[in-house]
């Protein structure tokens, strides 16, 4: 029986010439990653364990990206603790404020994971490395720790879901717009503890941000990873960014899926994620008069160039209605320091908009833009869960980088086409 591609990374990093879904087996680990949340308490246990070191100081990535620059004491004594870890253990992916950007946008940056790679995260978003066709997943702490400790994880052998995507996208329509339409069609659970497999001719039209995108918000449909072939323009990027070897798997033809879907990119069109969850999805027709107090153009989802790109077009000349905030956050410091090189970040001042450095904020209802009672906000993060940006009574509205803009603009939830 053959496998999908995800299965074939499994199986060579476990030692293995097959493996089928649902299968147990223990993996060698490419990549570990954490962030200022989740390292302490993997740093913790990982005490616990009596081991003297880590597996490999290169293999281990430490990125503080959530309430950094710290916005209190206590994020303070979180990344002094991840500080002071990756001092003693010499670990040679520490990135401190001032290098470090939002983790899953910095580590395909930096040329820290490659495809065929298996990656571990603490952090759920982990899953953005498969636009690169590497096997990527979120774990929790203890995972993490047992991960630095020995280099290895267990993992299920996920079965699989195939998207074939054909078409091309609309002007204003792009990779946000297609993950949410998924996560919509399939639900929040449609894909649980599965692997989210992208193919078809559709894929040419997609850039490397759509696809980081797509990957990210898997785990919003409840994938174990999200996956993309290894074309020549994921090769390009890697080999922009990297100088490690990759290696390219490619389902076999008799693959088995659970479920199989075509999706014509040419019939999308921009769309919102409705509170309180991602799969609330209405199209920007459906949209009706909602009323806005925020607008958040970043994060690991939506915080890359080419959604500066785009934000920054559909402000350019324009300001931001009287009564909005509009916060702009690039996801790393080269995406930032390019941003200001194109004139993006002239384009936001002058439209009114502050722009901030890497941080990921107020995605989590961490700093940089929490919400009051009865607030609402366009974000192009990644979740839009009661409370997830601060008051149990706000409101959040996924969107696109183009949707925030216009929102922002308007004041109320808005997409440039309006003005088309």
């Not at 009287?322 to 194109?342: F, N």
């Not at 908009?353 to 890497?358: F, G, L, M």
């Amino acid at each position: 029986m053959g496998m999908t591609m995800t299965q074939k990374i499994l199986a060579a990093h476990a030692g293995l010439t097959e493996v089928k879904a649902g299968q147990l087996i223990e993996a060698d680990l490419d990549l570990v990653l954490g962030n200022d949340i989740t390292s302490p308490v993997a740093i913790h246990e990982m005490e616990k364990m009596n081991v003297k070191t880590v597996f490999d100081r290169e293999k281990i990535a430490l990125v503080p990206d959530h309430f950094v620059p710290n916005k209190d004491i206590k994020s303070a004594e979180h990344c002094k603790c991840v500080r002071e870890f990756a001092a003693r253990h010499d670990i040679t992916n520490y990135f401190e404020v001032g290098e470090m950007g939002i983790e899953h946008a910095l580590l395909p940056e930096k040329g820290l994971v490659v495809a065929g790679d298996v990656v571990i995260g603490a952090d759920s978003h982990t899953c953005t490395y498969g636009a690169l066709g590497a096997f990527s997943t979120g774990v929790g702490s203890t995972d993490m720790a047992a991960g630095m400790a020995t280099g290895k994880a267990w993992f299920k052998v996920p079965s699989a879901i195939k998207f074939n995507l054909i078409g091309k996208f609309s002007k204003w329509v792009s990779g946000k717009d297609l993950i949410l339409h998924i996560i919509g069609m399939i639900g929040v659970d449609g894909a649980r503890y599965q692997s989210m497999e992208f193919v078809g001719e559709g894929i040419k039209g997609l850039t490397m941000d759509d696809r980081f995108t797509i990957a990210n918000m898997a785990i919003e449909a409840g994938a174990k990873n999200g996956i993309f072939p290894v074309d020549d323009l994921a090769k390009a990027y890697m080999k922009e960014h990297s100088k490690r070897e990759f290696v390219v798997y490619e389902a076999d033809e008799d693959a088995q899926y659970e479920q199989e879907f075509t999706i014509d990119l040419s019939t999308l069109k921009p769309t919102v994620a409705f509170p309180h969850l991602p799969e609330n999805t209405r199209t920007i027709d459906e949209v009706g008069d909602i009323k806005i107090d925020q607008v958040v153009i970043g994060s690991c989802t939506n915080g890359r160039l080419d959604d500066m790109r785009i934000a920054a077009e559909v402000l350019q000349g324009k300001k931001v209605a009287k009564g909005i905030r509009c916060i702009v956050i690039p996801a790393t410091q080269k995406i930032y320091l390019d941003a200001i090189k194109e004139g993006l970040v002239e384009t936001f001042i002058n439209a009114g908009a502050v722009v901030s450095t890497p941080t990921c904020g107020p995605c989590l209802g961490g700093h940089m833009g929490i919400l009051a009672e009865g607030e609402r906000c366009v974000s192009t993060t990644n979740r839009n869960f009661v409370g997830r940006m601060g008051h149990v009574k706000s409101e959040i509205y996924l969107a696109s980088p183009a949707v925030a803009a216009a929102s922002a603009i308007t004041g109320k939830i808005s997409c440039p086409c309006d003005e088309e």
